[in-house]
């Protein structure tokens, strides 16, 4: 098993970059991928991006190009979102989650296992 816990949300202007973390309680490099996603309000939850099991890694396409970014510190067993220009569409509760599926899984959220309380962003001036 895997906990995962979120932090770097809040309350943010329109414009300003924000990083969230996800710290996991033991290693997961070799064992689990880990993703973002995020659910807006009234709103399905949704791909944002992800690390598979050896490292490869990969942003949902369908974000405004560079705008989100995903780094990890293996040695605190920690991965990063970085979020550029924020905007009022990316207030939502972002989650973190581990996945022990293949890579071919890695945008389903149905595949994945363990899950952060989440973290609330709040875009807003």
């Known amino acids: 098993q895997v906990q995962l816990v979120e932090s770097g949300g809040g309350l943010v202007q329109p414009g300003t970059s924000l990083t969230l973390s996800c710290a996991a309680s033991?290693?997961?490099?070799?064992?689990?991928?880990i993703g973002w996603f995020r659910q807006a309000p009234g709103k399905q939850r949704e791909f944002v991006g992800a690390?598979?099991?050896?490292?490869?890694?990969?942003v949902n396409a369908d974000f405004e190009k560079g705008r989100f970014t995903i780094s990890e510190d293996r040695s605190k067993n920690t991965v990063f979102l970085h979020m550029k220009n924020v905007q009022s569409e990316d207030t939502a509760v972002y989650y973190c989650?581990?996945?022990?599926?293949?890579?071919?899984?890695?945008?389903?959220?149905?595949?994945?296992?363990?899950w952060g309380p989440g973290t609330q962003v709040t875009v807003s001036s």
């Open positions: 989650a581990a996945n022990r599926a293949v890579w071919s899984t890695i945008r389903d959220e149905t595949y994945y296992n363990y």
């Open positions: 033991r290693r997961t490099f070799g064992t689990y991928a």
């Open positions: 690390f598979g099991r050896t490292g490869q890694k990969t």
